[in-house]
């Protein structure tokens, strides 16, 4: 290969394992050499070559995982395009060994660096374990903006704000509210965001409208019960996810209501579910395979060694408006 490229082999070797400081007429050069021989990279050689194993682990918490794949998909897309494998491994974030077992897994799989997901993102004894290790790590959708340089966000508050004054342009004068999992600091960013978006369409903020949920269908529906048994209920309901949505959809049908005609209903994230529901549902559509990308790409820098980051660590989440919200209609009194 390197005879066909006309380059040396050091030269091939820095290409295939995209190190810095080969000029892109040279990458060119050896990259068409590479498509041409059908040349595939064997990870277990290269490892042995190398103080790197050539993988990088994805850890997410079990009870979070409903928008996994697109954040594999972005993973997996990005580390074998730098010539990784991606090992992929379920966490309990509750688990009091939490931080032993990671630490056990780094060591057997010998992994380069690891991706984590919320809420793992978010806590802090593992995060400093990591570092104390000399482990290199990226994270997705933290809560605290402190460690910059490590982590891909999108912009949950000014989304869910985006949302709020969607709604009140509907007419919706009583949005209620969906919180998401405590432990989900980003999600927290998402009530935030709902807080402003009233404020911004002039609406007082009242706490009754207001449920505390944890992220599942289930509790999106013991939320949605409590709402829409209010004297003066919610026309329009905003949950944190698109789990809970379902679930305020769910007991909406079985309250008898139509969705949107008395109840418009709005969720956050844009999994396949929000699509396939009856009526599709309105929502947030966070950019998870992009921020995978993102985060796996910062992650190649740090293993590299490279200070150049040219990477977007802001990937601005979008409105999709679907069949589930519409204009508020003059309500009988119940």
Known sequence: ?????????????????????????????????????????????????????????????????????????????????????????????????????????????????????????????????????????????????????????????????????????????????????PDHGAVGNRYLGYRDGLKSSGMKFDRSLVQQGYNSFESGEKCARRLLNLEDRPTAIFAANDDMAAGVMKVAHEMGLSIPGDLSVAGFDDVPLARYIWPSLTTIRQPMDEMAVQATALLMNQIRGNTEDEIEHTIPSTLVIRDSTGPCAARKSH
């Open 1 to 181: 290969m390197a005879k066909r490229a006309k380059v040396s082999i050091k030269t091939v070797s820095r290409v295939i394992n995209n190190e810095a400081h080969v000029r892109e007429k040279t990458r060119l050069k050896v990259e068409r050499a590479i498509k041409k021989l059908g040349y595939r990279p064997n990870v277990s050689a290269r490892s042995l070559a190398s103080t790197r194993s050539y993988l990088i682990g994805l850890f997410y918490d079990n009870h979070s995982a409903s928008y996994l794949i697109e954040i594999q998909n972005g993973a997996l897309r990005t580390s074998r395009a730098q010539g990784y494998d991606l090992v992929i491994h379920p966490c309990h974030y509750e688990d009091p060994q939490l931080v032993d077992s990671i630490s056990s897994i780094i060591k057997s799989k010998a992994v380069d660096g690891l991706i984590l997901t919320p809420p793992l993102s978010d806590m802090q004894p593992l995060l400093q374990s990591l570092d104390q290790a000399g482990i290199a790590f990226a994270l997705i959708a933290p809560a605290d903006a402190a460690d910059d340089d490590r982590s891909i966000y999108t912009n949950d508050q000014e989304a869910c704000a985006e949302m709020t004054r969607y709604l009140a342009s509907l007419g919706h004068r009583r949005i209620g509210f969906v919180i998401g999992h």
